[in-house]
């Protein structure tokens, strides 16, 4: 939390007595020579494909399809493992293609089978949609009769 912090302020800090044109510029340059060496770090998590290649190790990919990517997101961060997403735009049901690389092979092996047992406890919990369930709750009502009432009125007197 402390880190988080310190990350997201920012602190400047000079000693003198009164602030002149050359003081604020020397203070300006300090903070942009130091925000540079602090963006020269190599990211980590979600980049781009182009970040991910300047890093210099291999990449390794797999497929995704499109439901499942925000579960490969959780993983892939839990793990600590860099990742880039790119949608294939030519395919009617989006198509994901995942490159992802860590420092060592255990994370991505970690991270592969743990997406995998996740798509496959998925697949067998299978829920039926319940747009489906009702459509057919609709053909079955439109196939039965309903009842006709018979309404007659007596007169009484």
Not at 57 to 79: C, E, H, L, P, W
Request: hydrophobic letters at 35%.
């Amino acid at each position: 939390m402390n880190e988080e912090i310190s990350e997201k302020t920012c602190q400047l800090a000079a000693d003198t007595g009164k602030i002149t044109g050359r003081i604020l510029w020397a203070i300006l340059k300090e903070y942009l020579r130091k925000r540079a060496e602090k963006k020269a770090l190599p990211k980590e998590g979600k980049q781009t494909v182009k970040e991910l290649v300047k890093q210099g190790q291999g990449a390794t990919s797999m497929d995704v399809d499109g439901d499942s990517v925000r579960t490969f997101k959780r993983i892939a961060n839990k793990y600590g493992v860099d990742f880039a997403i790119v949608k294939h735009k030519d395919v009617d049901p989006p198509k994901f293609t995942v490159f992802f690389k860590a420092k060592d092979m255990d994370a991505i092996t970690a991270v592969v089978q743990d997406y995998t047992a996740k798509i496959v406890k998925r697949q067998d919990k299978e829920k039926p949609s319940v747009i489906a369930k009702l459509r057919q709750l609709k053909d079955f009502i439109a196939k039965h009769p309903r009842k006709v009432k018979e309404k007659f009125k007596e007169n009484v007197r």
